[in-house]
Each structure stands twice: as C-alpha cells, then as structure tokens.
C-alpha cells in the first residue's frame, strides 16, 4: 500500500458498528493537498456469486457497489454492512480509487462486526483467550484485514485502557496497567480500519502508478502547454513636454516671452531626455533649456539652439532626430532627470517671432 503514495494518499477509517459500518476517508494529493473534485472511491461488495445478497435475518438487499465523493475538503463518507452480517457468507470488499475516469488503486478487504471475547492481563499486557482475536494482519476466510487499534480505547472488565500497541493476533500493551486479570470480558466497539495499512488480497496499482518508483522509465506522453506565464514589467514610456510662447495671430514676441518660462512640465517618475526641439513662426529666436529639481536648475544644451523660421533640434549624438528629416546637433547633456523635477525655458533672444515651441522628448519609467 506504501506505492499509492507516490500518487495518492488515501487515509480511510471504518468505524465498526454491529449493523453497519460507517466508512470515511480523505483523498489527498502526494503534496497532501484535498482531492476535491473529478474523484471518487467505489466500495463493491463481491463473492456472493448468483445470489442477492442480504443483510442476514432480514429481507434487505444490499447495492453491489457504492460511489463516494470527496466534499470541498476531500472528505468521503458512507456506510455499509459488515461482511459478518451479509448472505451469502464470505464475501469480502473493494475499495477503488477513481481520478478522472480511471482507476488508480484497488484494495480489497474484510470487515467484521462482532469485536469482543475474553483476555488475561499480566500490567501492560493483555493476552486473548477466546472470541475475535487482535487485529494484527489477520486472515480469515481467505481474506486479510489491519486494524489499526493503537491509540484506540479497549474495554476490559468494564474499565477502558488505551492502547500502546499491537504484537500479534492474541497479545496488546496498554498504555497503563489492568493488574493480573483472567479470562475477563473484552470489547472494542470503535474500530479502525486504515487502507494505508491494510493488507490487501489482490492489491493492484496500474502501471501508471508503478511509473512513479521506476529507476529506468519509459518516455511518456507529451504534457500539455503550461499556463501562460505573468506579463513582464512595462518598458520605458515616451513622453513630450511642450513650451508654447506666444501665438501665430499676435505681437512679435520678446526675450522674457520665451524665457525664463518657470515650473512648466513636471516629471513624476525617473526620466532620460531624448531630444529637445524648436521651432518659430518667423524671425530668429534662440533658447536654452534646463531641468529644475527642488529650485536647483541644470541646463540641458551645452549651446543655445537657434531656429529662423525652421525646426531646431539636439541630441546626444548628433545626426538626423525622432522626425527623421531634421539635422540635430549634439550639444543634449545632463539627460538623466530625478522624479519630481520640472522642465522649464532658462534663457531667450528672439526678433520678429509671433510663436516660439520648445518640445523635450524624453523617456519616462512605468
């Protein structure tokens, strides 16, 4: 039962009464994670060849099998009749695990009801006499069951001890001692029955679970194409920062027209300028251009650019600019500006302008 493991966990407990049995389990992922959807356990119940079967003094027939589903935590529940209980004799069950359409495991088993005889105890340690033995790999009728009872409470003389632990089918430990006792009533009316360690009759894993533990494997079939994957981080974004003195049907400008034009753009996250740009109506104008951080100005031209009616434009470089028309030169410097610093016009001479535009093009982070 050790290689269910590598696939599936499956943790089952049978609560044995003397008419039913109360069947509850938890499905688990290898990473202990709830199955809780696309599974379910189906418990037959087998060897009762032609005949109906039937709880025992009763007319009742019982299902051949089963389906139990996990809930939103991977819990299964349900109940059935013990075999003890159940014509024909010696039927047994079969308890199938199912993901997705197909059969992950298969374990089958018996399950008695009457759990009670007469022990002798010597301390700690009890010792069967007579009625249904301790449950340690126990075979009857051609079938094994385990119940796992350490932990468990058992009933001596009408005085419940724990169980320590389990040596073989006629002798326990008990956690505290029961004094020297012979042949006195035993009970235990909560027994445990837990698939990851029950011996099974026919144990069959698929061979797809058998892959799991296999040292050469063959190849399998191609996984399908994962999730997509998170969207990157945004690149740089380009923005433009334009000074506009003057307008085409007014006076002809003057110098303090264009500049110093203060606090004009505002650049609200680190930026690297690309390229600054100029242009008039008419006349000759020349301008400089500076950032301003926290009232401490930087020019951005190591040269005032000069435009007579045309465009102007510097870069770093040197070379055509964004337009891919205009020469630019390369007198651009100090292009890294702080979050928070503004654009603005620092110095100006113009004649016969009516409107002056100065654009700094530059790169902003996302």
């Given amino acids: 039962m050790k290689k269910i493991l590598l696939v599936l966990a499956i943790?089952?407990?049978?609560?044995?009464?003397?008419?039913?049995?109360?069947?509850?389990?938890?499905?688990l992922t290898p990473a202990e994670a709830a199955v809780t959807e696309n599974s379910y356990i189906r418990l037959e119940l087998k060897n009762y060849g032609t005949n109906l079967p039937r709880v025992l003094g009763t007319n009742t027939i019982l299902p051949s099998y089963v389906d139990i589903y996990p809930d939103g935590t991977g819990k299964v529940?349900?109940?059935?009749?013990?075999?003890?209980?159940?014509?024909?004799?010696?039927?047994?069950?079969?308890?199938?695990?199912?993901?997705?359409g197909t059969k992950f495991y298969q374990c089958e088993f018996f399950v008695p009801t009457?759990?009670?005889?007469t022990v002798n105890t010597s301390g700690t340690s009890v010792t069967w006499v007579s009625g249904t033995q301790f449950p340690y790999n126990l075979a009857r009728d051609g079938k094994y069951y385990s119940f796992d009872w350490v932990g468990s409470t058992i009933t001596i003389n009408s005085v419940d001890y724990i169980i320590a632990s389990i040596s073989s089918t006629s002798t326990l430990t008990l956690s505290t001692?029961?004094?020297?006792?012979?042949?006195?009533?035993?009970?235990h009316g909560?027994?445990?029955?837990?698939?990851?360690?029950?011996?099974?009759?026919?144990?069959?894993i698929p061979s797809a679970i058998a892959l799991a533990s296999c040292t050469t494997c063959p190849a399998g079939a191609t996984g399908a194409t994962g999730a997509t994957g998170a969207t990157g981080a945004?690149?740089?974004?380009?923005?433009?920062?334009?000074?506009?003195?003057?307008?085409?049907?007014?006076?002809?400008?003057?110098?303090?027209?264009?500049?110093?034009?203060?606090?004009?753009?505002?650049?609200?996250?680190?930026?690297?300028?690309?390229?600054?740009?100029?242009?008039s109506d008419a006349g000759t104008t020349t301008v400089t251009v500076d950032k301003n951080y926290n009232g401490a100005q930087t020019s951005l031209l190591s040269s005032a650019l000069s435009t007579a009616g045309t465009e102007a434009c510097a870069n770093v470089a040197g070379g055509l600019g964004l337009d891919g028309v205009t020469t630019c030169s390369a007198?651009?410097?100090?292009?890294?500006?702080?979050?928070?610093?503004?654009?603005?016009?620092?110095?100006?001479?113009?004649?016969g302008a009516k409107i002056v535009s100065v654009s700094i093009v530059f790169n902003?982070?996302?």
Avoid at 16 to 22: G, P
Avoid at 242 to 247: F, T
């Fill in 11 to 27: 943790v089952c407990s049978v609560t044995i009464a003397y008419a039913t049995t109360t069947v509850t389990g938890t499905l």
């Fill in 77 to 100: 529940t349900t109940s059935m009749t013990s075999n003890e209980l159940i014509n024909p004799a010696n039927t047994y069950y079969r308890s199938t695990y199912f993901k997705g």
């Fill in 114 to 117: 009457l759990v009670a005889g």
């Fill in 177 to 187: 001692s029961a004094g020297v006792q012979s042949g006195v009533a035993y009970s």
């Fill in 190 to 204: 909560a027994n445990t029955l837990n698939l990851d360690s029950v011996a099974c009759l026919n144990e069959e």
């Fill in 234 to 279: 945004a690149g740089p974004a380009t923005r433009v920062c334009m000074i506009i003195a003057g307008s085409n049907n007014g006076s002809a400008l003057v110098a303090a027209d264009v500049a110093p034009q203060s606090w004009q753009c505002k650049v609200p996250k680190t930026a690297t300028v690309l390229e600054i740009n100029t242009h």
């Fill in 331 to 351: 007198t651009l410097q100090n292009t890294s500006v702080v979050a928070g610093s503004y654009f603005e016009t620092l110095t100006a001479a113009t004649t």
């Fill in 364 to 366: 902003m982070e996302e």
